[in-house]
Structures are given as C-alpha cells and as structure tokens.
C-alpha cells in the first residue's frame, strides 16, 4: 500500500507522513532501497515486541530468519524489475518463535522507499474464514427473509382451508385429519416466524454488562440442568460496559450454551458435563476486516463430544444441525444478533473441548 506523499519529493521521510498506516491491521514497514526502516505502524511494533524508535534505522533484512530473501526482493525493487513481489518468510520475534508471514514488497512512488508488508498466514487464513463467514451471514438472511415469505402465504391458505373443510365434515375420523393439517401449518408458522424474528425486533440499545449477561444464561440453563453440569465462571471483571441490546445478546449466548448443554447429554448423565464462560479484552483486535483498539471477547467452553466434521463448515447455516429434532436455527440467529452489534461468532472444535468465541467491539 502507497503511503501519502509528502510536498515535495526530496522531503526526507517523517513519521507523520505515514500515520495512516497505524490504522492498518497488517504489519508494515517503509524502508529505503537498501532496506533500512524509516517507519514502522503499530501493528509491526506489536508483533515485533519492539517500539518503533527501537525499530527506526535497523537492517529490515534482520529480522527475518533467512535474510537473503528481502535482499533479493530489495535489489530488483531498485532495478525497477517489478511493481510488486510476493513471497512467504518467518519474522524474528522476542521471546517468541518466528511467525510465518506472507511478505509483499512494493515500490511506492519515491524512488528512494520500498513499502514491505506482512501479512501472518494464519491471520490471512482468520481473515477469509471470517470474511465466508459475514458473506454467509448475509446470503442467510435474504434467503431465510424471501424464503418465509413465500411459505407464509401458502400456509395461511392451507391452514384457512382446512379449518372451512372441517366446518363440513361430520365424520370424526375425517376432523381428525383436518386437525393434523391445521396442527402442522401452525407448526410449519411457528418456524417461519422464528427465522423471521431477529429482522422483526427493533434493535433496543442501552448500557450493557456482559457478566449480568452471562449470569442469566447460567442461571437458565442451570434451571434446565440440575444435575450432573457445572458453568464455571472465568471473569475479566475490568470490562467496560458497552453499548448494546442486551437481550438480544441474552438470547445469543443462551442459544450457544443450550447447544452446549444438550451435547453434553452423556456426560450431564455421568456426572462431569462442564460448561465455562470466559471473558476477556483483546487488544489491536481484527475481525471483519476492521481492526479495533479494544473487543470483549466471551468464550463459552464445552467439554463435549465436539462439533461433528460433517458440518463444521456449516453450523451457523439456518436449519443445519448436529442432533436429531434440532431446529438449527440456534446458531443462525446467534450469529445474526452479534453481527447486529458489529461483532462475530467464531468456534474451534475437537473432541473433548468445543468454544464458541463471541467478538464485540468496545468503546
């Protein structure tokens, strides 16, 4: 990405010239042709563990593991042999082992600065996890809106007419088929305006405290679980309110949790089932493309069997479920009401240990 120009071309290169690119979730770095760094962003800082004046005027080509590679990309960028070179390499890190990155160097429109950013691989692999999810997000909830809609006015229909037919009818045997029919549409109803729901309520903003949150939800679902469930409490109580509606964000945790519960089924019976709602800021956190100061991040933690590999991909589509007699819908709605406030769900599963992982920007 090309920074800002300055005035003039000659202007020797300023740290203000690049503030822009603090704003950038991706790590980057302006160096000159022979790889010195004239700025580093915030992003490189953190990664890097080191402050951007510790970082100013060192070698960029030390701290990767295999410095030939920037030389490389550096002699062509002052041959003029390319606009753009891709390549992946592992960034030198403090205390830390080195971070696979996919490395881009670009010449901007100085002659004298090369822009070399980095990209971490497993970030650009959560980035278009993240990126199919919200997309998904989106194309559920036209094709639930369009879908209801046409099963709606059919269903009246069939519902009218079978009431006016059991009007005629004088045999009992044939009521009672009329009544299955009447019985089933208002079923078939009770879907539709379940999937419609989250696009019906108004958004109800107010001070929300996501312990107050995940409090009720414990108490719910140790009303409906007595017995053989713990829900441990693992608290940041540092957390900031936050603006939101809380009882849409009620309704997405318990919809994570229930499933939680119901795929605790064996061990609710053999008496270990656990349940473990963790809150925690993350810092410099990208989701949604964006990337924000601070987030709530709330982990719901099941030691459950796990999410079978058959849907992995597909828990949060509207009526894909793991358990016989489930709606799926739970996670779908979930995952709309925290889009709603600007947030996503994302979960890790294996055998043994499932988390829902709740993201929600904070002021």
Known sequence: MTPPTSPEPSAPASPARFHSLDLLATLVAVVDTQGHVLFANAALEDALGMSRRSITGVRMQDCFTDPA???????????????????????????HEPLPVHVVVAQTDQPDEVIVELLPLEQQTRQEREERLIDQAQANKELIRNLAH?????????????????????????????QVIIHEADRLQALV????????????????????????VRSLILAEFPRGLRVIRDYDTSI????GDREQLIQAVLNIAHNAAQALAERIAAGDACITFRTRVGRQVTFGKQRYRLALELHVIDNGPGVPDSIKDRIFFPLVSGRDGGSGLGLTLAQTFVQQHHGLIE?????????FKILIPLP
């Open 69 to 95: 590679l920037l030389d490389t990309a550096l002699m062509g960028a002052r041959g003029n042999e390319f606009a753009a070179l891709r390549y992946d390499a592992h960034l030198r890190r403090i205390g």
């Open 150 to 178: 046409e099963i709606k006015n059919p269903l009246g229909g069939i519902r009218g007419a079978a009431q006016l037919l059991q009007m005629e009818l004088d045999s009992k045997e044939l009521i009672e088929y009329t």
């Open 193 to 216: 305006d379940r999937l419609l729901a989250p696009h019906r309520r108004p958004h109800v903003v107010g001070d929300v405290n996501i312990h107050e949150v995940c409090e009720r």
């Open 240 to 243: 900031p309110e936050f603006r």
């Open 347 to 355: 979960c890790e599963s294996e055998p043994g240990r499932t988390d």
